[in-house]
């Protein structure tokens, strides 16, 4: 079981790893959080401090077309917010 899916680089995630050393990940839907503490561990070598998690739903969506009512919807994903300790980063650009 794969637990690091993808890292998220938003405005949001990248101002908080700057000022609280604080990174996030999407991650496997049945990962909990001890898991994830050694994944990101094992992965980037850094110690971890804290791990936060949320599930997000799945945005549904209906669109007015010629053909008729279509409806669809987005994946239901899990984040993970993952502290690092102080002096310690993770480059995401470089890791790769």
Same mark, same amino acid.
């Given at each position: 079981m794969s637990i690091i899916i993808?890292?998220?680089v938003t405005e949001k995630v990248t101002k908080e790893s700057e000022v609280l050393n604080r990174f996030g990940f999407?991650?496997?839907? +049945? /990962?909990?959080?001890?898991?994830?503490? +050694? /994944?990101?561990?094992a992965a980037y070598g850094v110690n971890v401090v804290s791990v936060n998690t949320m599930n997000v739903r799945p945005d549904r969506t209906t669109k007015y077309t010629k053909s008729g009512l279509i409806s669809g919807k987005t994946n239901a994903v899990k984040k993970a917010i993952v502290q690092v300790q102080e002096g310690e980063t993770i480059d995401f650009y470089n890791n790769i």
């Open positions: 993808k890292p998220i999407e991650v496997n839907r +049945k /990962a909990n959080k001890i898991e994830i503490k +050694k /994944a990101v561990e």
